[in-house]
């Protein structure tokens, strides 16, 4: 794993395609506030969870001016499927695929001796300044109330 990306940096720059296939770079998203909601794998029970509580606060996100990102080493046709499986039509989860865990690395989030990355939240300002990072172990949902929480307290 690189150095782990530090409140007060600069969010890293990154162009992926979503899970529909379409171009998400941070750049998008200025003005706004980001949530990069890392998980390690789709398919499995701990990130669905993960990712289905960013579609079910989708609403709460928007109130708090903040675009939710799920990101992980998958596939577009893969992340795509789950999604679809998963039922979230609103969140763009992101595939960090090729070349293989390039956001994660930047973010100092990849775990080189598994091929994915750490489960993580990293929460970016309107200026995309980064104000939160928290690094879980991998078989811990991330608690969403801790991120709105913070989210909530940022003024803008």
């Known amino acids: 794993m690189g150095k782990l990306i530090q409140q007060g940096e600069k969010g890293k720059s990154f162009l992926l395609k979503d899970n529909r296939d379409k171009d998400v770079q941070l750049s998008d998203f200025e003005g706004k506030k980001v ?3 890392f998980h390690p794998l789709a398919w499995t029970s701990v990130c669905a969870k993960q990712m289905k509580a960013l579609e079910n606060n989708k ?3 928007d109130r708090l001016n903040t675009v939710a990102l799920g990101l992980s080493i998958d596939t577009v046709p893969s992340k795509n499927a789950w999604a679809k499986t998963l ?3 609103n969140t763009r989860l992101l595939s960090d ?3 293989h865990g390039k956001v994660a690395k930047a973010y100092g989030l990849f775990r080189a001796a598994n091929g994915f990355s750490e489960r993580a939240n990293v929460i970016l300002d309107e200026k995309h300044r980064v104000i939160f990072v928290k690094v879980y172990p991998i078989a811990q949902l991330p608690d969403l109330k801790e991120i709105l929480k913070v989210l909530s307290s940022i003024k803008e």
Do not use: H, N, Y
């Open 35 to 37: 949530l990069l909601s």
């Open 97 to 99: 695929f090729w070349p």
């Open 87 to 89: 039922g979230i039509q």
């Open 59 to 61: 609403k709460k996100f």
